[in-house]
């Protein structure tokens, strides 16, 4: 029997042999992030979703995640413009399951919430994407947790086979809405499913208040079909008062390796799971008037991250 004193021993070495060596991971941006406008010695210029695109490219990032889109031409152009550019839509971020949340117990919302992930699917197919983010469900004084998972997963089920028509994961994720709280609760309901076309989109930033994203990543494994990159910490304000200012220490979302992950231990545990698929960033927006020297920097960070730096 292996003890605890060479189990141990066993993870350092781990994580010793793969110290350095780029994780096989894309680089994702959010289409959301980017500008809608330049600002240039001349004024502001308008950018075309083509041209959001090919600034993300620019700037070293390889793929793109969208949101979800009602109208036809607006996701053609979607499409047109990852073509023009030779960079892949991986995932569609699902939009209504906050407004109109699978798990509400009146059924014209719930009925609004699959409206809006089959066009989420149908967007999915059309760009050739492997992923429909979606919020399964939220907790609160109207709904409470059994509630949520039940009707959640009832709903989940009937939406399947339109995934499985569409080629298309549904990626389940973690947020703060007080739903699946444990790693182990997180793998237990994308287990429930039985089906290659439910998984886990996990968010290394979500569960730092309460967890550990490293053992979110391990206990998940091969459950993780996506990845969100951001960072989330505590960051000093002074509060101005009598007789003198005060500090407080309040928690954020801060740019990626400003915060308080542990960004080797999360390398070590995606390169022990042997996750090779997409990580998209998640943080502030870029903006008009600094947008490529924001993108190319935050593009060194996840490159670091990646590298185990």
Not at 109 to 128: F, H, I, Q
């Amino acid at each position: 029997m292996m003890t605890a004193a060479a189990t141990a021993a066993g993870a350092t070495l781990t994580g010793a042999q793969t110290a350095g060596k780029r994780l096989p991971i894309r680089k994702g941006m959010l289409l959301s992030m980017l500008p809608r406008t330049l600002k240039t010695a001349d004024g502001e210029r308008p950018l075309s979703i083509a041209d959001r695109f090919a600034l993300a490219k620019d700037c070293g990032f390889q793929s793109m995640e969208c949101g979800t889109e009602d109208k036809p031409e607006v996701a053609e152009e979607i499409k047109a413009a990852s073509m023009k550019t030779g960079m892949p839509i991986h995932s569609v971020m699902n939009r209504d399951h906050w407004q109109f949340p699978l798990s509400s117990p009146d059924p014209e919302v719930v009925a609004k919430s699959v409206k809006g992930m089959e066009t989420s699917l149908a967007n999915a197919r059309l760009w050739g994407a492997q992923t429909v983010l979606l919020v399964p469900a939220v907790v609160d004084g109207k709904v409470s947790y059994q509630q949520a998972w039940d009707r959640s997963t009832a709903q989940i089920k009937k939406l399947i086979p339109k995934a499985a028509e569409a080629k298309v994961i549904i990626a389940v994720e973690e947020v703060w809405n007080k739903f699946l709280l444990s790693p182990i609760e997180f793998a237990s309901y994308v287990d429930q499913f039985k089906s290659p076309w439910v998984k886990a989109y996990c968010d290394v930033g979500n569960m730092v208040l309460y967890g550990y994203p490293q053992d979110w990543i391990r206990t998940l494994g091969s459950r993780i079909a996506k990845l969100h990159l951001k960072d989330f910490g505590m960051k000093n304000y002074t509060i101005p008062q009598e007789p003198a200012p005060a500090r407080k220490r309040v928690p954020e979302f801060v740019n990626l390796r400003e915060g308080d992950i542990n960004w080797k231990a999360v390398y070590e545990a995606l390169a022990e799971i042997g996750y090779k698929g997409d990580a998209t960033v998640e943080v502030a927006g870029a903006r008009p008037e600094n947008a490529a020297e924001y993108l190319k920097d935050l593009s060194q960070r996840v490159d670091m991250i990646l590298e185990g730096a």
